[in-house]
């Protein structure tokens, strides 16, 4: 299975910053790198796929990069409703696998 | 609007059955390849099992191989998992899940059904 590794687990940041999350996969993965969005009691939202296309409806401050085994999510200008975990995912290969999470929270 | 329901979720002892349905609508079901993933409480995404859209192809995770079960009914939208010889590490929120053109795209998820195995 392919063991995918964020970092780091926790962040914390304030209002307007901007903030970088890293991905990083056991094997290559090609662009085969997803990123979700998941806030307390709610369900997973898919935010980045390809490792830096925007899912239709995201707004642009999220933004994705890398390839092969190192990926970035970042958000610019944090907001209140940025706060919370961020997974990212290899769609490569099966099993799919998600990396441990990164809980963004308030400063 | 892609909408995803899950029901039929609850309380079980261990060795336990539980099926899970999930509703789904909104999109046309019988085009897309379908999963189960699971969050164990206070605890990160684990995929759980998919299905192809014509249903003839299943995967599964490995700590559920052999007693999970995937299936769906594309003349009804529904997608079921059904649970056999539970135990208290099967205990989650279980999330129906649509992918996108790819296989392990996630792109809709549902709201959840939380299974809890305990004696």
Do not use: H
């Not at chain 2, 590490?89 to 059904?113: I, P």
């Amino acid at each position: 299975d392919i063991q995918m590794t964020q970092s780091p687990s926790s962040l914390s940041a304030s209002v307007g910053d901007s903030v970088t999350i890293t991905c990083r996969a056991s094997q290559s993965i090609s662009s085969y790198l997803n990123w979700y969005q998941q806030k307390p009691g709610k369900a997973p939202k898919l935010l980045i796929y390809a490792a830096s296309s925007l899912q239709s409806g995201v707004p642009s401050k999220f933004s994705g990069s890398g390839s092969g085994t190192d990926f970035t999510l970042t958000i610019s200008s944090l907001q209140p409703e940025d706060f919370a975990t961020y997974y990212c995912q290899q769609s490569y290969s099966t099993p799919p696998t998600f990396g441990q999470g990164t809980k963004l929270e308030i400063k | 609007e892609v909408q995803l329901l899950e029901s039929g979720g609850g309380l079980i002892q261990p060795g336990g059955s539980l099926r899970l349905s999930c509703a789904a609508s909104g999109f046309t079901f019988s085009n897309y390849a379908l999963s189960w993933v699971r969050q164990a409480p206070g605890k990160g995404l684990e995929w759980v099992a998919a299905i192809r859209s014509s249903g003839g192809n299943t995967y599964y995770a490995d700590s559920v191989k052999g007693r999970f079960t995937i299936s769906r009914d594309n003349s009804k939208n529904t997608l079921s998992l059904q649970m056999n010889s539970l135990r208290a590490e099967d205990t989650a929120v279980y999330y129906c899940v649509k992918s996108s053109s790819g296989w392990y795209l996630f792109d809709y998820w549902g709201q959840g059904a939380l299974v809890t195995v305990s004696s």
